[in-house]
């Protein structure tokens, strides 16, 4: 017998899993039609609540369609894990820090597009 938490995926595996359904459609996805691109046999209801969390969490925009809701990304993969970086900042009082820690990590390619971003004004 399989104990259930042995059958437990990593944290954000299965939002990340809806996430790459929703960025690889052109339209909003209700959440059957997200069941159905995951393959995956999970429930519906399980389905409909990672769709709601990240609702919740601001990472996608939802409208009305029949009963349900279909969602769509706010953010593509980049701007996502920009919106992600910023959240992380905002949560530490010492941004200074965080930030210096962050860029002491960079290895010298990462560091040179980093200055040259920089340079550039964005």
């Known amino acids: 017998m399989t104990d259930a938490k042995d059958e437990r995926r990593p944290a954000g595996e ?3 899993a809806v996430m790459a359904a929703l960025w690889a459609s052109d339209m909003p ?3 059957a039609q997200v069941q159905a691109e995951l393959a995956s046999g999970l429930a519906r209801t399980t389905v409909t609540t ?3 969390r990240l609702h919740e969490k601001g990472t996608l925009e939802r409208e009305r369609q029949g009963r349900g809701y ?3 990304p706010i953010q593509d993969p980049h701007g996502l894990t920009a919106l992600r970086m910023h959240g992380e900042l905002d949560r530490d009082s010492d941004r ?3 930030l210096a820690r962050f860029v002491a990590q960079l ?3 990462d560091e040179q597009v980093l ?3 920089l340079e550039e004004g964005l």
Request: cysteine-free; proline content about 10%; hydrophobic content about 40%.
């Open 70 to 72: 279909a969602y769509r």
């Open 107 to 109: 290895g010298p390619e």
């Open 115 to 117: 200055r040259r971003l």
């Open 14 to 16: 299965l939002e990340a």
């Open 29 to 31: 996805l209700t959440p």
């Open 96 to 98: 200074e820090s965080a």
């Open 50 to 52: 990672i769709l709601s």
